[in-house]
Nanobody, 115 residues
Framework: QVQLVESGGGLVQPGGSLRLSCAAS????????MNWYRQAPGKQRELVAG???????NYKDSVKGRFTISRDNAKNTVYLQMNSLKPEDTAVYYC?????????WGQGTQVTVSS
């Protein structure tokens, strides 16, 4: 079992930045691929960024160059640095830990980009 707790969401103006954090507990963090998903009202949940246990990253096309995912295995934490935020980035952001058929989710943190 893995427990995930997200933090760092909030209200930010267009062009601003936020850093989301996801603290994991309950298992060996380093063996899991870690992902950030988001879900906007009325839309399906979508993958925003992911990082493998080996550190390989991947991004949704619309966030490439603006968002950066990273992990600190010593702190059991994964981060999502979000820069140049746009109103269309508004969503609830979820942390996910995945390994084989196992998948764990956090409770989500709201990100609102608005002037």
């Amino acid at each position: 079992q893995v427990q995930l707790v997200e933090s760092g969401g909030g209200l930010v103006q267009p062009g601003g930045s936020l850093r989301l954090s996801c603290a994991a507990s309950g298992s060996i963090f380093s063996i899991y691929a870690m992902n950030w998903y988001r879900q906007a009202p009325g839309k399906q949940r979508e993958l925003v960024a992911g990082i493998t246990s080996g550190g390989t990253t991947n991004y949704k096309d619309s966030v490439k160059g603006r968002f950066t995912i990273s992990r600190d295995n010593a702190k059991n934490t994964v981060y999502l640095q979000m820069n140049s935020l746009k109103p269309e980035d508004t969503a609830v952001y979820y942390c996910n830990a995945a390994r084989s058929v196992l998948s764990y989710w956090g409770q989500g943190t709201q990100v609102t980009v608005s002037s």
